[in-house]
């Protein structure tokens, strides 16, 4: 554990080190398994209509991994230790930056093992929302074609 602590020391971190090191591997590690995981539920779930990303399930992970990681760095530099250092800055930028980089990551790594399965549940899911369509289109006509009568 001295090598943990003597890396967290290089950053400037002397209070809770080892502490800190691990809550900022634990949400790496989280937000790379959730990006790991959110494909495969995808591929074993029904069709799959198109959305936007603020929709999707690894994005969402990685928004609240950030959340929390935002209140944890004002935590620690207001209540453990006054104040902030350059190096510290660079630690924490290379966190913040590094947890969504690693949950997208996990999402392609699963994707491109469930492409194929993947890919099918997307078009059924188009072809899904193309025969909704045309059903209201065609009841539209149905009922213009009353109001005619």
Same mark, same amino acid.
């Given at each position: 554990?001295?090598?943990?602590?003597? +890396?967290?020391?290089? !950053?400037? !971190?002397?209070?809770?080190?080892?502490?800190?090191? +691990?809550?900022? $591997?634990?949400?790496?590690?989280?937000? !790379? #398994?959730?990006?790991?995981?959110?494909?495969?539920?995808?591929?074993?779930?029904? *069709?799959?209509?198109?959305?936007?990303?603020?929709? %999707?399930?690894? !994005?969402?992970? $990685?928004?609240?991994?950030?959340?929390?990681?935002?209140?944890?760095?004002?935590?620690?530099?207001?209540?453990?230790? *006054?104040?902030?250092?350059?190096?510290?800055?660079?630690?924490?930028? +290379?966190?913040?930056?590094? $947890?969504?980089?690693? $949950? #997208?990551?996990?999402?392609?790594?699963?994707?491109? #093992?469930?492409?194929?399965?993947?890919?099918?549940?997307?078009?059924?899911? %188009?072809?899904?929302?193309?025969?909704?369509?045309?059903?209201? %289109?065609?009841?539209?006509?149905?009922?213009?074609?009353?109001?005619?009568?």
């Amino acid at each position: 554990m001295d090598g943990i602590e003597e +890396f967290m020391e290089s !950053f400037g !971190f002397t209070v809770e080190a080892l502490t800190l090191f +691990f809550i900022c $591997a634990l949400i790496l590690m989280v937000n !790379f #398994a959730g990006g790991l995981f959110s494909n495969i539920i995808v591929s074993f779930g029904g *069709p799959i209509h198109d959305q936007g990303l603020t929709k %999707r399930t690894s !994005f969402r992970l $990685a928004l609240v991994s950030e959340l929390f990681l935002i209140i944890y760095i004002a935590y620690y530099h207001t209540v453990l230790v *006054p104040g902030i250092e350059t190096a510290e800055i660079i630690f924490w930028g +290379f966190i913040v930056l590094a $947890a969504p980089l690693l $949950a #997208a990551i996990g999402a392609q790594l699963t994707y491109v #093992a469930f492409a194929k399965k993947i890919d099918g549940l997307k078009k059924q899911g %188009r072809q899904l929302e193309r025969a909704q369509r045309d059903g209201e %289109r065609a009841q539209d006509r149905m009922d213009d074609d009353e109001d005619d009568d």
